[in-house]
């Protein structure tokens, strides 16, 4: 499923395809051995205090989560084989390089991660996919 992302502060995109990262490999791999992320793309971790960008070939852009879904920490351009972390974040989001400059994102902006159909229940609420784990 392809969800959302919008920074509800300021009322903008963030992207419109971001994917959940599910399941042991899919965490595990993430973005490492892909060629690039399209402008609009998008991995969301939840319960994700800390990532790595080992064996990635490309820099990206981190946005840190707490449960009230606002920004607690952010990183750009995060360059290949380096690791971070975010004590008390509960959603981790990789970005492309850059967009956390072209949003305009700050620390403590409020961001609304939704599924792509128009009947979301979950608008503005913590998402369900990660009640559910």
């Not at 971001?18 to 899919?26: C, D, H, K, T």
């Not at 060629?35 to 998008?42: L, T």
């Not at 994700?48 to 707490?66: E, G, K, Q, V």
Request: charged share 20%; proline share 7%.
């Amino acid at each position: 499923m392809k969800f959302k992302i919008i920074n509800e502060t300021k009322q903008i995109d963030l992207v419109n395809s971001a994917q959940v990262a599910s399941g042991f490999f899919l965490r595990l791999l993430g973005l490492m051995f892909k060629k690039k992320i399209g402008p609009e793309q998008a991995l969301i971790f939840y319960r994700a205090p800390s990532i790595h960008t080992f064996f990635m070939r490309f820099p990206i852009d981190i946005i840190f989560l707490d449960q009230e879904m606002k920004v607690k920490r952010l990183i750009q351009g995060l360059k290949p084989w380096r690791f971070v972390v975010c004590r008390g974040a509960q959603i981790t989001i990789e970005l492309p390089p850059a967009k956390i400059s072209q949003v305009k994102a700050q620390i403590g902006d409020k961001i609304e991660i939704t599924p792509q159909s128009p009947t979301s229940q979950n608008k503005g609420t913590f998402p369900s996919f990660i009640s559910s784990c």
